[in-house]
T-cell receptor, first 114, second 108 residues
């Protein structure tokens, strides 16, 4: 089954404790992206990757890091989480980054930073 | 910054009625997409309309695009309770941007 898998789905952590949210897709997609969703703000792009070892900043990259060492994986790293990073995070992938294809989304990771 | 802005923010209708949601965007586009999100779940792609298309249908969905007005609309005909969800328009490519969405409630 074609899917984008995120883990963990739910996480409560404390300020400053490094964490990684993993994302994996099994569709051999070139493009992957991370979004955060906050009430009233819709989805905002954090980082995206158009291929292995190619990553770029989205609209809200501060406080986040990503890596794309393998085509299927695109982890999101919070080196020192802060309460303003409490949010619902989505990973998405697409066959190409041309914008002509649909994005496939994971089920989301709800992060709470105390 | 958001590229698309949906209107209205919330819409409540009875089952069987039609639901219309609008999206306005700011810059020129190659295509525009609509997505659906059930409460707290991942977004699901509904339909893509290219900049040279004016209207597109998929089942009970009808999407229009007016590039001169930088706007699009999504019409859901004969709505069902299961259509209750948030609907988002999205534009862009590698920098795909979403609006804040329209929350649709369909009452049985």
């Amino acid at each position: 089954e074609a899917q984008v898998t995120q883990n963990p789905r739910y996480l409560i952590t404390v300020t400053g404790k490094k964490l990684t949210v993993t994302c994996s897709q099994n569709m051999n997609h070139e493009y992957m992206s991370w979004y955060r969703q906050d009430p009233g703000l819709g989805l905002r792009q954090i980082y995206y990757s158009m291929n292995v070892e190619v990553t770029d900043k989205g609209d809200v990259p501060e406080g986040y890091k990503v890596s794309r060492k393998e085509k299927r994986n695109f982890p999101l790293i919070l080196e020192s989480p802060s309460p303003n990073q409490t949010s619902l995070y989505f990973c998405a992938s697409s066959l190409s980054a041309s914008g002509t294809g649909e994005l496939f989304f994971g089920e989301g990771s709800r992060l709470t930073v105390l | 910054s958001q590229q698309g802005e949906e209107d209205p923010q919330a819409l409540s209708i009875q089952e069987g009625e039609n639901a219309t949601m609008n999206c306005s965007y700011k810059t020129s586009i190659n295509n525009l997409q609509w997505y659906r999100q059930n409460s707290g779940r991942g977004l699901v792609h509904l339909i893509l309309i290219r900049s040279n298309e004016r209207e597109k249908h998929s089942g009970r969905l009808r999407v229009t695009l007016d590039t001169s007005k930088k706007s699009s609309s999504l019409l859901i005909t004969a709505s069902r309770a299961a259509d209750t969800a948030s609907y988002f328009c999205a534009t862009g490519a590698s920098d795909m941007r979403f609006g804040a969405g329209t929350r649709l409630t369909v009452k049985p």
